[in-house]
């Protein structure tokens, strides 16, 4: 049974920084696709950022339009984590981030992900 647990959420100030992680277990981490979405109340979930498993053969890492160059996600397979670095923050980025696991080469909308986490809060204050 596949399981995502996320951490990492909380609350910051507008332009701050926070990181999440999400522990991965009864997957083959090392050939999964992972990605972060993100969701609030009355929308659908929205693509984050994804990182593929031929990331270590120079397949790079994709976001959102609203995220690039403020989110970073990485991934240590040694330790069944796939993390997401956000930086910038605003009030707009305010949602429930969940993890979430694929066995497709590369998973970008939420039907092509398999397993997903329970969520965490992240809070931005202006």
């Known amino acids: 049974q596949v399981q995502l647990v996320e951490s990492g959420g909380g609350l910051v100030q507008a332009g701050g920084s926070m990181r999440l992680a999400c522990v991965a277990s009864?997957?083959?981490?090392?050939?999964?696709?992972l990605g972060w979405f993100r969701q609030t109340p009355g929308k659908e979930r929205e693509f984050v950022a994804g990182?593929?498993?031929?990331?270590?053969?120079?397949?790079?890492?994709d976001y959102a339009d609203n995220v690039e160059g403020r989110f970073t996600i990485s991934r240590d397979n040694a330790k069944n984590t796939v993390y997401l670095q956000m930086d910038s923050l605003n009030p707009t980025d305010t949602a429930v981030y969940y993890c979430?696991?694929?066995?497709?080469?590369?998973?970008?909308?939420?039907?092509?992900?398999?397993?997903w986490g329970q969520g965490t809060q992240v809070t931005v204050s202006s």
């Open positions: 990182i593929t498993w031929l990331e270590r053969l120079g397949r790079g890492p």
């Open positions: 009864g997957l083959r981490f090392d050939t999964a696709s």
């Open positions: 979430a696991a694929s066995r497709k080469i590369v998973a970008k909308v939420t039907s092509d992900f398999s397993s």
